[in-house]
């Protein structure tokens, strides 16, 4: 697994760049294989006698491929080069070429699917080339991990995934490249994905971390972190792996005092979800297109990040409750909001800082009409005066937790970032807890399993600051299997929430 367990995105930048100078399938081995390729086309159907889901009935006439795929192929292209971030680019893709119902899901299952699994679908490509992925061109390096993900991951068949494919590299990157993409890929679907694993991974006996982390497409680093924040538990690596791994269900949140979760799901076909009492799931969807989201009565969130908000606002402060609550990380705004809701029930006040002005216009968007006031300030040092009876301080963090919602994130993380990170992390807890009245309550919370992001900024500040740690377990019943800490960790493969973190204390005084 050398090699590919997180330090190859800088590998397929630089395929990105200067194209002709990889190896795009102009060579001999392109001449060679392309006359088979145009013979094994012709006529070829499925099992089933019929074209699978493959797009070919809604091909461009005269060798183009289907909207879905060239879709997927532009926010994979724009991911390679330009580090866009797919969830921000896909919907704007979908309303540019008008793709809905079907069309868009399909689009949405090969982007995020083939982001997601990059590293597996490397290590299977490079085993199927004579040549180092290195020396494959950018747009080239696409097309094969767009075909060799249909082949693996998914019911299209494997006519209509190479032939697309072939198809699909002409366009972007000549017609000698069409006779490589096809031996590659031909060579892949030889093998169901359980084959491919057996061979590209390390031995599960010797290397069982390194085995389940390609097994289930995360770089090896990320996969030891999981490991020991699961602690005693780190048998469920293969779970918690796994259900990073596959595709998210929309999680809504009823904004409170505007819809109840039960009024939401009848509205949106959705189920109550089993923790938070504001919570909706669905199994798949266009959530902006729902009549709720579009009269902001609810908006996207998980369930996990809904927790952690009414968190706040439950959590038991010692003596009264003034009103004064503060939200220190604020963008883009979805726990202010939710506080915000609560605070308009309760006639309370919330101050909001966020940084990045953009973020903080986030904000004040999302907390229209609510009490609450955005500021643009560094938190460390946001010019508010203290006194505040509760305080969130959800930190800037690796996000470990939430990958299965940010596809392409897992490969472009370093295990170097987490340093960085924890000295801000413990910074801003630290002016968090200056802000707060002696007797009012901070919650600490992170996206991300990380214990030098969880457990190793808490302890610090338990330890340096006149704070007293409190038992959270409470805050977030029914929900069990939290961690043996008095923090809370929640897992997908447990919870079905992203793997959200958060800790109360209490200022001492």
């Known amino acids: ?121 490397d290590a299977v490509i490079g085993a199927a080339s004579s040549r180092p992925l290195t020396d494959i061109a950018g747009p080239v390096l696409d097309v094969l991990r767009l075909g060799t993900y249909q082949l693996l991951r998914t019911r299209v068949d494997s006519y209509a995934a190479v032939d697309t494919s072939v198809r699909a590299v002409a366009k972007v990157a000549g017609s000698g490249a069409r006779g490589f993409v096809n031996a590659i890929l031909r060579k892949v679907s030889a093998k169901s994905e359980a084959q491919w694993v057996a061979e590209v991974a390390p031995d599960p006996a ?11 497409a995360h770089p090896r680093w990320i996969a030891e972190a999981f490991a020991l924040s699961l602690g005693s538990e780190a048998s469920q690596l293969q779970e918690a792996l796994a259900a990073d791994d596959a595709r998210p269900t929309v999680h809504l949140v009823a904004r409170p005092g505007e819809l109840t979760a039960e009024e939401l799901a009848l509205i949106t076909g959705g189920e109550e979800g089993p923790w938070s009492p504001y919570a909706v799931r669905l199994e798949s969807g266009a959530p902006g297109e729902l009549e709720p989201v579009r009269q902001g009565l609810a908006a996207v969130q998980d369930e996990g990040s809904q927790l952690i908000a009414r968190a706040v606002v439950t959590a038991q402060v010692q003596g009264e409750d ?27 006040h919330v101050d909001a800082v966020e940084l990045s002005e ?68 413990l910074e801003l807890l630290t002016e968090a807890v200056r802000l707060t009245r002696p007797g009012g309550i901070i919650v600490y919370s992170t996206c991300s399993p990380h214990l030098r992001e969880t457990r190793g900024v808490v302890d610090k500040a338990v330890g340096k600051l006149d704070v007293t740690e409190l038992d959270a377990h409470a805050l977030v019943q029914p929900m069990s299997d939290v961690g043996a800490f008095k923090s809370v960790q929640m897992w997908p493969h447990r919870h079905g929430t992203d793997a959200m973190f958060f800790a109360v204390l209490r200022k001492n005084g």
């Open 1 to 121: 697994m050398s090699g590919r367990d997180g330090n190859h995105n800088d590998r397929n930048k630089r395929n990105g760049q200067g194209g002709q100078d990889k190896y795009d399938g102009r060579g001999k081995q392109g001449r060679r294989s392309d006359n088979a390729e145009r013979g094994n086309r012709t006529g070829r159907r499925g099992q089933n006698g019929q074209r699978g889901r493959d797009g070919n009935s809604g091909a461009h006439k005269g060798g183009g491929i289907d909207q879905p795929r060239k879709v997927a192929l532009k926010v994979l292209a724009e991911v390679r080069e330009n580090e866009a971030y797919a969830n921000l680019l896909l919907p704007k893709l979908l309303k540019t070429h008008n793709l809905k119902g079907r069309d868009a899901a399909f689009a949405t299952e090969l982007t995020y699917g083939t982001l997601r699994a990059e590293g597996l679908l």
């Open 206 to 216: 010797k290397d069982p971390i390194g085995y389940v982390a390609l097994k289930h």
């Open 322 to 348: 003034s009103g004064r609550w503060l939200d220190l990380c604020s963008g883009p705004g979805g726990k202010t909001a939710f506080i915000g809701g609560i605070a308009s029930i309760e006639g309370a």
């Open 358 to 425: 953009k973020r903080a216009g986030l904000v004040e968007k999302a907390t229209s009409g609510l009490p609450v006031t955005v500021t643009v300030a560094d938190g460390r040092s946001s010019g508010l005066e203290p006194g505040f009876d509760r305080v969130l301080v959800d930190v800037p963090c690796s996000g470990l937790g939430s990958l299965r919602r940010r596809p392409e994130a897992r490969w472009r993380k370093s295990a170097n970032d987490i340093a960085g990170l924890t000295k801000l992390q």
